[in-house]
């Protein structure tokens, strides 16, 4: 979990000033039906309605790829694990500009308590009803470009 409570930054002139809408955050979940629909109920009952359900190795809505999976808790899907990620959007703005002042506490307490509750959730789960095959690893393009 991380990068929690950010909220939309705009540019006014020469200030930056806060928007009223929290900034994307990103819930991974493993492949496991059970663990996306309780990522999906986590969300709405703790009201993150800013909330991105991804499940990488398991195809979109649309059939095609959700994309890699980041943060730390990525190495758990790469090993078959019951896994969850939970992480806010770090903007350019953010990565530079954060403050504790500039912190969105109601969004920063929903997404901490979404965290919480998929912990609970996998701290009681029989786990080995949870299990997905392992996630592969996907290598970015621009990193295979790097490496010519």
């Known amino acids: 979990m991380g990068i929690f409570g950010q909220i939309q930054i705009f540019s006014r002139c020469q200030d930056f000033v806060p928007g ?5 955050t990103w819930i991974y979940s493993s492949g496991n039906q059970t663990m ?5 109920r986590a969300a709405l009952r703790n009201q993150v309605r800013s ?3 991804r499940s990488p190795g398991r195809p979109g809505k649309s059939g095609g790829s959700q994309g890699p999976w980041y943060g730390m808790s990525r190495q758990g899907s790469l090993l078959g694990l019951p896994t969850y990620g939970v992480q806010g959007d770090l903007g350019a703005y953010w990565a530079f500009s954060g403050r504790i002042d500039r912190l969105d506490a109601r ?3 929903r997404q901490v308590a979404t ?3 998929l912990t609970g959730f996998l701290m009681t789960a029989e786990l080995g009803s949870l ?5 592969e690893h996907i290598v970015p ?3 295979l470009e790097r490496k010519k």
């Open 20 to 24: 009223r809408r929290s900034l994307p």
């Open 36 to 40: 996306i629909d309780e990522a999906y």
């Open 51 to 53: 909330a991105v359900i």
């Open 107 to 109: 969004s920063f307490t």
């Open 115 to 117: 965290f919480i509750e």
């Open 131 to 135: 299990r997905f095959p392992p996630v």
């Open 141 to 143: 393009p621009h990193a």
